[in-house]
């Protein structure tokens, strides 16, 4: 979708991950997308480096969220928005709709 | 010049090296919170000289070694004798999503600082305290805004458009007291 213009898919994985969920989290990532939590790690860096995301530590876990003083963000996001809105459903089900509502400890998910 | 890196203060070290890397074609605008500490002479005391400029890091990594900073990686530079780290974010100079292109030019004896007006500052500040809550952030803003001759109306102005004008006021009412 976005790929020729980011540079790689991994990016692209990242941005609609973090449109869709408001922040995200090298391994989480990692998971989701059964890619090497050191490739998902380089391309945050270089977002992190861009300005694009920032990030801080939660307990043990560094937590990614989009940088509001992105000089471009709101630009940025407009064109995330209208990209993923060419995503087959199937991936949307699969990447981007997980559940983000609380769920109590010790039930089952 | 001999500097003693490890007594060296915030405002003389970005003299210093806004001066060396200018001296080499290296344009930069000092930003965030070693803006603060100048502005407050030290009554916050930041640990990061935050540069931005529109060169590149490849370019930037030579001038700075003669000064015996080290990239550490990313647009990180650190000299082990020096208790500040030099950080180059990404350009472009801005506040949210604001071009700024009027800057202050401080002259000390290390050099000329280019940095943000105090202003700006404060703007700058105040983002960080309307985008992340930051109570810190907001004791900054409050301190420079104390100290310095700034544009209250702008400011307020700004803050209208970014859609927190109860925040600012909460500032304002800050800055008044005392």
């Known amino acids: ?109 | 010049m001999k500097i003693s890196w490890h007594k060296i203060n915030i405002k003389q070290l970005a003299a210093i090296i806004s001066s060396h890397l200018k001296k080499n074609g290296i344009e930069t605008v000092l930003v965030s919170g070693a803006c603060v500490s100048v502005y407050s002479d030290n009554q916050y005391m930041s640990y990061d000289i935050d540069l931005i400029t529109g060169s590149s890091i490849k370019k930037i990594i030579p001038v700075l070694e003669e000064l015996g900073f080290k990239n550490t990686g990313g647009r990180l530079f650190e000299n082990p004798q020096c208790k500040f780290l030099i950080d180059f974010p990404a350009p472009p100079v801005s506040i949210g999503n604001e071009p700024v292109s009027k800057f202050n030019n401080l002259e000390t004896r290390f050099g000329i600082i280019c940095l943000l007006t105090p202003t700006d500052c404060v703007k700058d500040r105040l983002a960080a305290y309307f985008f992340w809550d930051d109570r810190q952030a907001l004791d900054h803003a409050v301190m420079v805004a104390k100290r310095n001759r700034i544009y209250l109306q702008k400011i307020g102005k700004w803050a209208e458009k970014q859609g927190e004008i109860e925040k600012y006021e909460f500032f304002r009412k800050k800055v008044s007291i005392g």
Do not use: C, D, H
């Open chain 1, 1 to 109: 979708m976005l790929e020729p213009v980011l540079g790689n898919g991994t990016i692209e994985k990242i941005l609609f991950s973090l449109e869709a969920y408001g922040q995200a989290y090298p391994k989480g990532l990692s998971r989701t997308f059964n890619i090497s939590v050191n490739g998902i790690q380089q391309q945050l860096a270089r977002l992190e480096n861009g300005g694009v995301v920032v990030s801080a530590m939660v307990g043990r876990t560094r937590l990614y969220k989009f940088n509001p003083r992105y000089s471009f963000l709101k630009e940025l996001r407009v064109l995330i928005k209208k990209a993923m809105e060419f995503l087959p459903e199937k991936e949307i089900q699969e990447y981007y709709s997980k559940r983000t509502r609380p769920r109590k400890k010790g039930k089952p998910l």
